[in-house]
């Protein structure tokens, strides 16, 4: 069984250019994260996706952070404008509900100069 | 007062002895709990899980469960270089949400 896919895997950008992370969940999982880890910290949980619907966005900055998951499967996260500290390790996982145990992608690594 | 906090380590230990990792965690209304390795570089991938009081072995790895002392505990026995990686204590809340400790890196002395 494929496990939960992501790209890109590491994206270097400038300051203030947009960027979007995109993951592709296990096949059948219709619960779907982001999260955001920082060196030496665990992560974040940014929002998190019942199918298509946004369940729980209480920690994505609202105001340069937009995620979206149209369909229910895939599921894409964009900041715009991307600001230095953003740069973090972005992390997508899924879980057949939200009460299931939940497995990771292999992240993308983001560095903002 | 963090939600899950984790003893801050590093932990090294030589190879063949037992590793000890120790959590705590606020919300006493937690239900489900959950121990995910994370090596250098890569995703967290799940080792353990445990729902109720009491211990749950796994071959090498043993976690303990103390509701009434918000407490959950991971013992690696037999540690191995290959254990040589940062253990996040995972605890999902009453809504299911789930929030992570910072880790607690070990090292494994050959």
């Known amino acids: 069984e494929a496990g939960v896919v992501q790209s890109p895997r590491y994206k270097i950008i400038e300051k203030k250019q947009p960027v979007a992370f995109w993951c592709n969940p296990i096949?059948?999982?219709?619960?779907l994260y982001w999260y955001l880890q920082n060196l030496g910290q665990g992560p974040e949980l940014l929002i998190r996706y019942e199918n298509e619907e946004a369940v729980d966005d209480s920690q994505l900055p609202k105001d340069r952070f937009s995620a979206e998951r149209l369909k229910g499967v895939d599921s894409t996260l964009k900041i715009q404008p991307a600001e230095l500290g953003d740069s973090a390790v972005y992390l997508c996982?899924?879980?057949?509900?939200?009460?299931?145990?939940?497995?990771f992608g292999p992240g993308t690594r983001l560095l903002v100069l | 007062q963090k939600e899950v906090e984790q003893n801050s380590g590093p932990l090294s230990v030589p190879e063949g002895a037992i590793a000890s990792l120790n959590c705590t965690y606020s919300?006493?209304?937690?239900?489900?709990f959950f121990w995910y390795r994370q090596y250098s570089g890569k995703s967290p991938e799940l080792i353990m899980s445990?729902?109720?009081?009491g211990d749950k072995e796994d071959g090498r790895f043993t976690a303990q469960l103390n509701k009434a002392s918000q407490y959950v505990s991971l013992l690696i026995r037999d540690s191995q270089p290959s254990d040589s990686a940062t253990y996040l204590c995972a605890v999902n809340d009453p809504d299911y949400k789930l929030s992570f400790g910072a880790g607690t890196t070990v090292t494994v002395r050959a």
């Open positions: 996982a899924s879980s057949f509900s939200g009460k299931e145990t939940q497995y």
């Open positions: 096949s059948g999982h219709n619960t």
């Open positions: 919300d006493r209304g937690s239900q489900s």
């Open positions: 445990i729902y109720s009081n």
